[in-house]
């Protein structure tokens, strides 16, 4: 169940809440009786694992990025299949 922090508009007392999703927000302060609102912190996201960097789609024999070890016949097949779009413009 997640944990949900809570601070009082009227008196600043700040607590935390286990709560089920489904369980209604809590409106009162516990010290006060004053109106409660809800805090947000920041979530640590972690990316672990191939696809996330810049370099994981290049080739490591490439060396200048991942046109650069192409071979021609593959180059000259883009070439002819962009040529179409380039010249309706």
């Known amino acids: ?9 009227q008196c600043g007392h700040r607590f ?3 709560q089920s999703f489904s369980d209604a ?3 009162q302060c516990p010290e006060c009786d004053g109106a409660l609102r809800k805090q947000y ?3 640590g996201v ?4 191939s696809g996330f960097y810049r ?4 080739s490591s024999t490439s060396g200048g990025g991942a046109g650069a070890g192409a ?3 593959t180059s000259s097949k883009s070439e002819a299949k962009s040529s179409p ?3 309706g413009s």
């Open 16 to 18: 935390d809440a286990v």
């Open 25 to 27: 927000a809590l409106t």
């Open 71 to 73: 071979s021609t016949s």
């Open 46 to 49: 972690t990316f672990n694992g």
């Open 85 to 87: 779009a380039s010249s």
């Open 55 to 58: 370099t994981d789609s290049r």
């Open 41 to 43: 912190g920041s979530v």
């Open 1 to 9: 169940m997640p944990t949900y922090a809570y601070a009082c508009t």
